[in-house]
């Protein structure tokens, strides 16, 4: 197995796209692209994500310090995009995102996770950040996806119901 092929197999899988902001300790707004976001606990409320050691981010997510998770939106691909660059102000630009004191806020997106991180563990060629949701907030649009190296949107199959997955049963989810 190369890590091409370890690659290629992870990207079958579909997940959403975010946009994870915070400040640098010298007061710099920083954001990151990323998809590896999930749920950790309900109680208390945690989520994870993971960055990548060689990022020039790292120094803005220590223990207690904010940071801000943005679910993008279908429509927001190039937002994606521009965030993923590396190098430069990410901020100096569209004025689709503010930066404001802590963390910056990126407009129009499905939802966004306050955060405050409560943990960082090596993981190999990443960092795994925890982070106590302080709040969130959401709007009704449907999520940006990426899989096989390609932007979509989720649609729903057709007549499919909504499933609950903390109610019970819990066998309808497994």
């Known amino acids: 197995?190369?890590?091409?092929?370890?690659?290629?197999?992870?990207?079958?899988?579909?997940?959403?796209?975010?946009?994870?902001?915070?400040?640098?300790?010298?007061?710099?707004?920083?954001?990151?692209?990323?998809?590896?976001?999930?749920?950790?606990?309900?109680?208390?409320?945690?989520l994870l994500w993971c960055l990548a050691n060689r990022s020039t981010s790292i120094p803005a997510f220590f223990p207690g310090a904010a940071f801000a998770v943005h679910v993008l939106a279908g429509h927001q691909a190039e937002v994606a995009l521009h965030f993923a660059r590396t190098g430069g102000s990410k901020f100096e630009v569209d004025a689709s995102w503010r930066a404001r004191p802590t963390p910056p806020e990126i407009a129009g997106?499905?939802?966004?996770?306050?955060?405050?991180?409560?943990?960082?563990?090596?993981?190999?060629d990443h960092q795994i950040i925890v982070g106590r949701v302080d709040g969130v907030a959401t709007r009704e649009l449907p999520p940006l996806v990426f899989q096989g190296g390609r932007f979509g949107r989720f649609e729903p199959q057709v007549g499919s119901g909504m499933i609950d997955v903390w109610g019970e049963p819990y066998d309808a989810w497994m």
């Open 1 to 46: 197995m190369t890590p091409q092929d370890l690659r290629r197999a992870f990207g079958l899988f579909a997940t959403g796209v975010t946009v994870v902001t915070a400040v640098s300790p010298q007061g710099e707004p920083v954001g990151i692209t990323a998809n590896s976001l999930t749920s950790v606990s309900l109680d208390p409320p945690l």
């Open 109 to 124: 997106a499905v939802a966004c996770f306050a955060c405050r991180v409560d943990s960082v563990f090596p993981g190999g």
